[in-house]
Structures are given as C-alpha cells and as structure tokens.
C-alpha cells in the first residue's frame, strides 16, 4: 500500500488473540512514522518548481531502521507515534486517558508483546476493574490530531481493542471519515462483531490469520529456548495461538495427563468420595492453570477424532498422547466427544469471568458422567 501511495487513512488488523495482530500493526505503525519526510518544493528564479533534496520515493521495511527516526519508533517513544488502549482509573473519581499508562505500556510491549487485554489489566494492576477507553480518551485524541506533525510526514494512532470503546466511539467518526492530512488510524480488534459498526465501515480491514504450527514451534525452539518435543507438544494444543503456547511453556513440566486420568476414574469409576477429592484438588490450580487442563484435555478429544476419521498412521503424536487419545475413543463416541468438547469450552469461558472452580467442575464432572455413561448428548441454550 505505502509502495503503490495507496495507504488508507484508516485501517483495522483483525486478529484473534495470540496472532500477533497487535506487533504486526505496531511494526506498520513504526515503520510509517520513520519515513523522512517529503523535502519542501521552491521556485527557482525561472518559475520553474524544484525540491530542495529528492526524497526516496519508497523505503523497503527491511531498510527503515537506517532511518534517523526509527530509533525513536521502535522505543516508542517517537513524537508522532500515539497510543489508546484500555485503562483503568488510577483513584476513585479520576478520569483516565492512554497517556496516563504510558511507561506501563512501553513496557508492556517489550515484555509481553502478544499478550491480550486480561494479561494488560492485570499488568497496571486492575485487578478485577473493567478496562475502558472512555470520553476524555476520545476528547484527546481529537486534540492530539488536530496538531501539526513534529518531524515525520504522518502522524500515525495505534488503538488497541476498538472493542472498549462504547458509544464514546462515535466522538470520533468525524475525524475517522475526514482525518486532518497525512493522519493514519490503525485500530487493531480481536472481534469485529464488538466494535461500532459506524466506526468499522469507516476503515480498511485487514485480517491477521493465526499462526502455522510449524511456526509456532519454531518460534518456541528459536526465541523461548524450549525443548523439539516440548515445543511441538505445544504448538499441536495451542492452535496457532503464541500467547496460549508461551503460557503453557512455563507449565510444560504439569502433568496434565495423570491428571486427566485421575478425573476420568472418578468421573466413571470412582464415584461421590472420588470425585469430590479431584474437584477439592483442581479447584486449588488457579485459573490459568485450570484453563490450560481443559485445552489439554481438548486437544486429546481432537486427536482421538481425528485418529477415528484419518487413521492412526496420519495423525503425529507422541506415543503417550497417542496411546491415550485410542483409549478416549474406546470410551466414547465422535458425537459424544463432541458433546464433550462444546462442555470443555464452555467451562473455559466460565473460568474466565471468574466462576467457582468448585462448583463449575463439579457441574461438569457430572455432565462428563451423564455423556459417557449414559450417552447422553446435554444441549444449553
């Protein structure tokens, strides 16, 4: 697009999380603010109109950094370089804006640049507060752009999760539908369906897909210096999310498995006495890890189906996994571990908005009982 001059003034990096949405479009977003500007044109003495110096037309991405203004960019710390994102009140009765965190999100970006919005919060220490990108946020922004440039051709705002801005999105429709000159919006979402749609039909879009697993692998080998086998385990269950695989890298060394048995005994065998004693035990994991045994636990189901459907001989497993996803199939069927699965997710989704761990596995304990025993297939609403 900046090859061709046809960048548009705005646009949306649609990702879900871990796919790096949020690095791809910062990167663009340097990458932009660090082209020079274009040298002023002057009439010479014969009305004849010269630039003072020729400006390259087009600088590679794989050459900016030799830009006097990348260093900045890449510190974030580039004059012409903003950022919203979503924040918390710092005391009762204030009223916050991006430029409040600024430190904390610098940091935040060199540490945990694919993390999501929980992993955010919780950094600035929010606790259990909502984020929000709230009125005073827009109001800045439209002063912010209304300024001239200091030293790159664009200013350029990064606003990360579109999603948290509610109604006060609209404050900024005039502006995105008719930007001050050489302004670029980069609105960076996970799910367009939450974003207002006056401010989505205004933008380019621009989809992020989620990462190959071979790169995923790669990527753990290379930067997070993980073991071949433990890197491939991983990036089999994380599904292109990097975010998930570097979480479940620093439980690699869990036991996932014996614990998985452990519930599937009790559940089917055990009965009461057993099944209230890995509850007792699961619930004391804490939330991350409880939702990571449940990935697992569906990353088994895909395999023993896939097994089911493609043949022992095309699905790539260790041989543990591959010995206990033919032994999940000796117990249940592809439409019950189906039915499975969809519980699975649900209870990861329960998990996330802070759910009893005691009761929720409980709950599921006895819906895994009633699927597997009794074939029976629990629809929700």
């Known amino acids: 697009m900046v090859e061709q001059n046809r960048l548009s003034h705005a646009l949306i990096f649609l990702g879900k999380e871990g796919s790096g949405a949020l690095p791809l479009a910062l990167a663009f977003a340097q990458y932009v603010v660090s082209l020079p500007q274009a040298a002023p044109v002057v009439e010479d003495l014969f009305g004849g109109m010269t630039a003072l110096e020729p400006t390259p ?61 929980y992993d955010w919060l919780q950094f600035i220490g929010a606790d259990n507060k909502q984020g929000n990108i709230t009125a005073d ?30 109604k006060e999105g609209n404050k ?10 050489n302004t670029l919006f980069i609105l960076v979402a996970e799910n367009d369906e939450q974003i207002l749609p006056t401010i989505l039909s205004r933008c380019q879009l621009i989809k992020v897909p989620m990462l190959e697993n071979r790169d995923v692998e790669q990527a753990l080998i290379e930067r997070a210096k993980a073991a ?32 998985l048995r452990e519930w599937l005994n009790a ?5 009461p006495m057993a ?22 636990f569906n990353h088994l189901l895909e395999q023993s189906i896939r097994i089911k459907v493609m043949g022992l001989e095309n699905v790539l497993l260790g041989d543990n996994e591959r010995d206990f996803a033919q032994r999940l199939n000796k117990i249940a069927s592809v439409s019950q571990q189906q039915s499975i ?30 699927i597997i025993q009794n074939k029976t297939l629990i629809l929700m609403g």
């Open 341 to 370: 699965i969809e519980e699975l997710d649900r209870a990861s989704y329960y998990i996330e908005r802070n759910a009893n761990a005691k009761m929720l596995f409980q709950a599921v304990t006895i819906k895994l009982y009633h």
């Open 137 to 166: 946020e827009c109001n800045d922004i439209i002063r912010q752009l209304s300024l001239k440039s200091f030293e790159s051709e664009y200013k350029v705002l990064l606003l990360w999760m579109p999603e948290y801005l509610g």
């Open 228 to 259: 071949p086998d433990t890197a491939r385990q991983i990036a089999g269950i994380c599904e292109g999310n990097y975010r998930e695989a570097l979480q479940l890298l620093q439980h690699a060394d869990e036991d996932w498995q014996s614990l």
């Open 172 to 181: 900024l429709l005039k502006l995105i539908e008719e930007p001050p000159p």
């Open 275 to 296: 099944q209230v004693k890995f509850v007792e035990e699961v619930s004391k994991l804490g939330r991350e890890k409880q939702k990571q045994f449940l990935r697992y």
């Open 57 to 117: 037309s087009f600088i590679h991405p794989d050459h900016i950094a030799s830009q006097p203004a990348f260093q900045r960019a890449e510190q974030l710390i580039h004059p012409d370089l903003h950022f919203t994102y979503p924040v918390i009140p710092k005391k009762s009765g204030d009223k916050p804006v991006s430029a409040d965190y600024i430190t904390e999100w610098r940091e935040f970006i060199r540490s945990y640049p694919y993390g999501n919005v």
């Open 267 to 271: 559940t089917l065998k055990g009965g």
